[in-house]
């Protein structure tokens, strides 16, 4: 049992901030639990391993429990024990044998790498009853240890780039996976540090933010463990407050912040917006029958969502993401802790913003999902998360809920990436919807206030395929995964070429290379913001697993040796993203109005079929779309200007009427990513002026983009 002994000198400290929080002379330990009876706080020496310390805390105000612990400083190892009821059916979990980790720690140190030792950290008996028994096993063993962390940093003076929304090319990138290949040549290979040294990539190929997944601290499961793998994409939050150690160079306890900090400010002194992917939703803890590593043990009742009532809860818990367990944001105490977490990464990490994993799930209410529900008016009412970039994935397990978050929210637009799938792959009967998709989904986004940035275009992201391998396999291919293939979803909208997998026919890879095109053209091209996938511009593939979640390994990593053996893609996505940013009307703030808005008798953009008619709509077997936008609305070095694109998904070539531009504008190519590497897109100055005619032939399954100029 425990007993309160202790060689500190101990006063009451205070209630407020939460958390262990450095002062004159010591450290103040604030800790939030409503039901417990008794907390203790363990404090260890700097191994990690011995217990140096057991005090308990006397003072409780709010259901707080504090104190204020002197000769202590940063770099304290320390963990909870938490005394209460055992009452599943009721809804408590309290477990003194179980060593706690704080949920407002900063960094943690010593996570358990024995997956044998792991089980320590779970309720005792068999797999039916695990949750009824009453677990005497100690977990200090596999618990890792909270750090006291000093907020102190030297910014040097580098301020955030505050990149607007709608000139944002966002490039969403595993923290690890950048630098952990042998070929990185970095000198810490997987860490904060290592990717620092790739900044230069990232600022040659234009993006101006990176969508960092999750860099919490993460839980891997016993289940993963056991096959010899890994949480690798980190959707398994154990610390909301602490940067995961393991992407550290592992110096000393706690040194995972300065890195962490050392690389936002390095990205912000290249001007490039930090957006972290974050797992409000749930936690790492699981079901009933997952461990008790720290809210379940510290109040279960007030963090998570279970079933039955709030007067009377059960022992299961509401599972409507998919991991076992959801947060329960009605909960006063648990609303203001992802608040303070959200607040934390904003104001003393500098991060950006925030892309919300599951989203729709923090909308949910009693009635289902709600674009008013309190976590949205609480975040849109906070100061600070106020001036954040807001990004949500806005589905979940049972909802899908595109186009209906709040004004001030930006979404990963599902119905982009579905439709131009279908459409460069060559399915008939997209052309209407896709329309509606490169104009920055006034469908989804127009009716509420918000603008053609509030839909973040993607064509690939870190679950399902590459863009290679998008266009390589018909079928996944997840076996490295020991699920028999099972898992990750069978509806890909992919198409493989003619030949499943690598091939060394020059016609398919020829294809391949050429879609790969047109999926970038049509992302980087699109009203709205494309966010690419790291390691597309490169052709990185993962042989056709659609599910790489536990792959830490070659399969999951960024292999620098293809930039140069693909070189003509990169380029390619660097003159992408460059002509948007030479031409405006590409990055457009406002949704297009079909008018003419400078008088030149010209709209702002009009649609054509291939002879210059609008399009037919209506016919199913059309796969050629055209467009013009008029550049002379928005300010630019480029003067008055024209864009004409062709999208042909057609097999067959199609000859497209190209509209007469104003005197004395000439049509230039631009792009045709049917030609080969060097002609398929022209540098500035270098455009093929076009002979008078009134059509450009264009090739099966490419994209044309003509200027028109003086």
Known sequence: MLRHWTEKRISKGRHTPLGATPGDGGVNFALYSRHATEVFLVLFDPSGQRVTDVARLENRRQFVWHAFVHGVGAGQLYAYRVRGPYDPARGHRFNENKLLVDPYAKALFGKASNPENLLLGYDAGSPSDRDLSFDGRDSAAVVPRSVVVDDAFDWQGVEPPDVPIEKLIVYEVHLKGFTAHPSSGVRHPGTYLGFIEKIPYLKQLGVNAVELLPVHEIHVEDFLRGKGLTNYWG????????????????????????????????????????????????????????????????????????????????????????????????????????????????EVMRVDGFRFDLASVLGRESGGFRKSAAFFDAVSQDPVLQRVKLIAEPWDLGTYEVGNFPVDWAEWNGRFRDTVRRFVKGDGGRVPDLAARLTGSADLYGDDGRSAYSSVNFVTCHYGFTLWDLVTYDHKHNEANLEGNRDGSDDNLSWNCGAEGETDDPAVTRLRRQLVKNHFSSLIFAAGTPMILGGDEVLRTQHGNNNGYCQD????????????????????????????????????????????????????????????APPDWGNPDLRTLAYRLDGGEEESSAGKYHLFLILNADPLLRSVRVPAPPDPMRWRRIVDTSLPPGEDFLDPGDEILLDPAEHYLANPRSTVVLLARK
């Open 553 to 612: 390994n070659e399969l999951g990593w960024f292999d620098w040796t293809l930039v140069d053996r693909n070189r003509d893609i990169v380029e390619f996505v660097k003159k992408a993203i460059a002509l948007t940013r030479r031409y405006p009307i590409l990055q457009r703030r406002k949704f297009f109005s079909g008018k003419d808005l400078d008088g030149d008798d010209v709209a702002d953009m009009t649609w054509y079929g291939p002879d210059l």
């Open 235 to 346: 959707y398994s939050t154990l610390g909301f407050f602490a940067p995961e150690s393991s992407y550290s160079t592992g110096r000393s306890p706690g040194c995972q912040v300065a890195e962490m900090k050392t690389l936002v400010r390095e990205l912000h002194r290249a001007r490039i917006d930090v957006i972290l992917d974050v797992v409000y939703n749930h936690t790492a803890e699981g079901n009933e029958l997952g461990p008790t590593l720290c809210f379940k043990g510290i109040d279960n009742r007030t963090y998570y969502d279970l079933t039955g009532s709030p007067e009377q809860p059960a022992r299961y818990y509401m599972n409507t993401t998919g991991c076992g367990n959801a947060l329960d944001l009605s909960e006063t105490h648990c609303m203001r802790f992802v608040m303070d977490s959200l607040r934390y990464w904003a």
